[in-house]
């Protein structure tokens, strides 16, 4: 079984608002993180501790936490913004884990 | 602004070890509060923590691999490196390092990968 809990893929409409939920029982205790990686590419950092914006990162880019739920939401989305998208947290012995990613198809 | 780069044979073949570096640019690796990781991505386990270190030498292990890992560092070369021994094909994968900041974030920033393949 897997500790974080992702939706293997969302499509949405350039401009419309994108949700991706990330789900395990350690996200309860601990902070959630999310990575955006385009093919070809090392993921890239757009939420840290659930719900802080990197600099840099667009500010359509938001993260909400409740209960063992973290989510990403991506407002006004754009073309740009078609990515695999991977939550992670640490577990119960501090061992870093991943979801296994969520594929954004913007339509 | 810190950068990693991965560098490393590509392909190695089983039972044998596969070795890694990685070398900071940008800044020192002595940073304070920063760590830096090993990461794989496979196509079959998605996104994978091997372990990180410290500048100090002080090391932590995901504990699925932690019996054939060993990470180190070269404070001298700004480096820090990943040996994997006893490699079968289920290690074909891209190896990524990428920095962490105690408070912050663990990933930080990424190098770009490399992919390593085991096979004969």
């Known amino acids: 079984s897997y500790e974080l809990t992702q939706p293997p893929s969302v499509s949405v409409s350039p401009g419309q608002t994108a949700r991706i939920t990330c789900s395990g029982d350690?996200?309860?205790?601990?902070?959630g993180f999310w990575y955006q990686q385009k093919p070809g590419q090392a993921p890239v950092v757009v939420i840290y501790?659930?719900?802080e914006r990197p600099s840099g990162i667009p500010e359509r880019f938001s993260g909400s936490s409740s209960g063992s739920t973290v989510t990403l939401t991506i407002s006004a989305v754009q073309a740009e913004d078609e990515a695999d998208y991977y939550c992670?947290?640490?577990?119960?012995?501090?061992?870093?884990?991943f979801g296994l990613g969520t594929k954004v198809t913007v339509l | 602004q810190v950068q990693l780069q991965e560098s490393g044979p590509g392909l190695v073949k089983p039972s044998e070890t596969l070795s890694l570096t990685c070398t900071v640019s940008?800044?020192?690796?002595?940073?304070?509060?920063?760590?830096w990781n090993w990461i794989r991505q496979s196509a079959g386990k998605g996104l994978e923590w091997i372990g990180r270190?410290?500048?100090?030498?002080?090391?932590n292990f995901n504990p699925s691999l932690e019996s054939r890992v060993t990470i180190s560092v070269d404070t001298s070369k700004n480096q820090f490196s990943l040996k994997l021994n006893s490699v079968t094909a289920a290690d074909t994968a891209v190896y990524f390092c990428?920095?962490?900041?105690?408070?912050?974030?663990?990933?930080?920033?990424w190098g770009q990968g490399t992919l390593v393949t085991v096979s004969s």
């Open positions: 501790k659930d719900t």
């Open positions: 940008g800044g020192s690796i002595s940073r304070s509060k920063y760590y």
């Open positions: 350690t996200l309860a205790k601990q902070y």
């Open positions: 270190i410290y500048a100090s030498g002080s090391t």
């Open positions: 990428a920095f962490g900041i105690d408070g912050f974030t663990p990933f930080d920033s």
């Open positions: 992670q947290s640490a577990d119960s012995s501090g061992t870093y884990v």
